[in-house]
């Protein structure tokens, strides 16, 4: 079946606007990730939901990031206030739910946030 | 903190010729490992993963080492192809069923013909 899809592949955008990024995950799959990649680094954990509910957000770097996913499967990555340190590669994963011995993250393409 | 280090940004092999690419990590707790392969303008992709009550664990031209007392994990690719040029990441977990994942910051292969 289908892979991960993130829409927009690309995203310009200037300093202090909000943008949202989204995340259609494999179908079937609970989980889903956040992750961002840096220029130069790997990818950085920001979020984890199981079903509709953020099991997780410790990786989220401060308030101005937040995340949804409320019919538990399409995920949107919003980001107030943007600042040019937001800029990279959002990443968003899926899998089968963690402890089923599934648990293998399926990536999507990414999107590439530029602040100006 | 960087828990999960790839010292080596980049690699050049000649096809037929074996890639090794080294990872190191400073958790103790970590448990489960992995390598990721990424093309540009896609997302990672998983390749293999090794447990730590395990050494090695081999799929095909793919092999992983685990020397866990040196916290050092090694991919070896043989022989090495021209579809094998791209970014190759080391990830990181305490164990199997936990979802957070430390990368390395990847090592980018080149296959020469």
Redesign the interface.
Same mark, same amino acid.
């Given at each position: 079946g289908a892979g991960?899809s993130q829409t927009p592949?690309n995203k310009v955008t200037e300093k202090g606007k909000y943008v949202e990024l989204r995340c259609d995950p494999i179908s079937g799959h609970t989980?889903l990730?956040w992750?961002r990649q840096s220029l130069?680094?790997?990818?950085?954990?920001l979020i984890?939901f199981q079903g509709t509910g953020a099991a997780?957000d410790s990786?989220l770097p401060n308030d101005r990031f937040f995340a949804v996913r409320p019919e538990g499967s399409v995920s949107t990555l919003k980001i107030q206030r943007t600042e040019r340190g937001d800029s990279a590669v959002y990443?968003c994963?899926s899998?089968l739910q &963690? +402890?089923t011995?599934q648990?293998?993250?399926?990536?999507? &393409? +990414?999107t590439r946030l530029l602040v100006l | 903190d960087q828990q999960?280090k790839?010292n080596s940004p980049s690699l050049s092999v000649q096809e037929g010729r074996i890639s090794i690419l080294n990872c190191d990590y400073t958790n103790s707790m970590f448990d489960y490992f992995l390598w990721?392969k990424k093309y540009p303008?896609?997302?990672?992709?998983?390749l293999i993963s090794i447990s730590s009550i395990k050494d090695k664990n081999e799929d095909g031209r793919f092999t992983v080492f685990l020397n866990k007392s040196a916290k050092h994990l090694s991919l070896h690719i043989v022989p090495s192809q021209p579809g094998d040029s791209a970014v190759y990441?080391c990830?990181a977990s305490p164990n199997?069923?936990?979802?957070?994942?430390?990368?390395?910051?990847?090592t980018t292969v080149t296959v020469r013909a």
């Amino acid at each position: 079946g289908a892979g991960v899809s993130q829409t927009p592949s690309n995203k310009v955008t200037e300093k202090g606007k909000y943008v949202e990024l989204r995340c259609d995950p494999i179908s079937g799959h609970t989980a889903l990730y956040w992750y961002r990649q840096s220029l130069g680094q790997g990818p950085e954990f920001l979020i984890y939901f199981q079903g509709t509910g953020a099991a997780d957000d410790s990786g989220l770097p401060n308030d101005r990031f937040f995340a949804v996913r409320p019919e538990g499967s399409v995920s949107t990555l919003k980001i107030q206030r943007t600042e040019r340190g937001d800029s990279a590669v959002y990443l968003c994963a899926s899998s089968l739910q &963690p +402890g089923t011995g599934q648990e293998t993250q399926y990536f999507g &393409p +990414g999107t590439r946030l530029l602040v100006l | 903190d960087q828990q999960v280090k790839q010292n080596s940004p980049s690699l050049s092999v000649q096809e037929g010729r074996i890639s090794i690419l080294n990872c190191d990590y400073t958790n103790s707790m970590f448990d489960y490992f992995l390598w990721y392969k990424k093309y540009p303008a896609e997302g990672p992709t998983f390749l293999i993963s090794i447990s730590s009550i395990k050494d090695k664990n081999e799929d095909g031209r793919f092999t992983v080492f685990l020397n866990k007392s040196a916290k050092h994990l090694s991919l070896h690719i043989v022989p090495s192809q021209p579809g094998d040029s791209a970014v190759y990441f080391c990830a990181a977990s305490p164990n199997p069923n936990d979802y957070k994942l430390s990368f390395g910051a990847g090592t980018t292969v080149t296959v020469r013909a």
